[in-house]
């Protein structure tokens, strides 16, 4: 429901010294548009890309390119699922955020924001591949509950942490 997974991006005051280390780690850079109003870099380490994002932000988002992002509001609207932003006209970079009940941001976006990279030859980053996003919850029911109603299915669960 949520389209596919573009990047995540994360805010950063420094983008040419969280370029470097990314790249020291074996990401790639990959060009991207000019579609955003800020300072932007997207690394990629194959199977996942770290959007680089000069804004005032506090949080890292997760983001996905979803095609008729309007029509797609109002069935997210339907799933009692209130907008932090949205940006959705013909004569803008159509947009929209909101967050999961424990305040994990996410934005959809109509279009990718960057060139895909050439796929990756000879393994992973240094750091390894990516498995996951993990975060905490207070209510771990309310979280699956949302997630779900978004199309994510539970994998794994457990009483002890990994």
């Known amino acids: 429901m949520l389209g596919r997974f573009l990047e995540l991006g994360v805010t950063t005051d420094e983008i040419g010294e969280s370029y470097e280390f990314l790249q020291t780690i074996g990401f790639r850079n990959v060009a991207t548009?000019?579609?955003?109003?800020?300072?932007?870099?997207?690394?990629?380490?194959?199977?996942?890309?770290?959007?680089?994002?000069?804004?005032?932000?506090?949080?890292?988002?997760?983001?996905?390119?979803?095609?008729?992002?309007e029509s797609h509001s109002r069935a997210l609207r339907r799933q009692k699922i209130r907008f932090e932003y949205s940006r959705l006209t013909s004569d803008e970079f159509n947009e929209l955020g909101f967050c999961d009940p424990e305040g994990i941001q996410l934005e959809l976006v109509e279009a990718q924001t960057f060139s895909p990279g050439e796929r990756r030859e000879g393994g992973s980053p240094i750091c390894g591949e990516f498995l996951e996003y993990s975060t905490t919850t207070q209510a771990l029911d309310k979280s699956v509950a949302f997630w779900a109603g978004l199309g994510f299915e539970s994998i794994a669960s457990g009483d002890e942490p990994h």
């Open 33 to 69: 548009g000019d579609i955003r109003p800020h300072a932007y870099a997207v690394l990629d380490a194959g199977d996942f890309c770290i959007g680089l994002h000069a804004i005032d932000s506090a949080e890292a988002k997760l983001i996905f390119v979803r095609s008729d992002l």
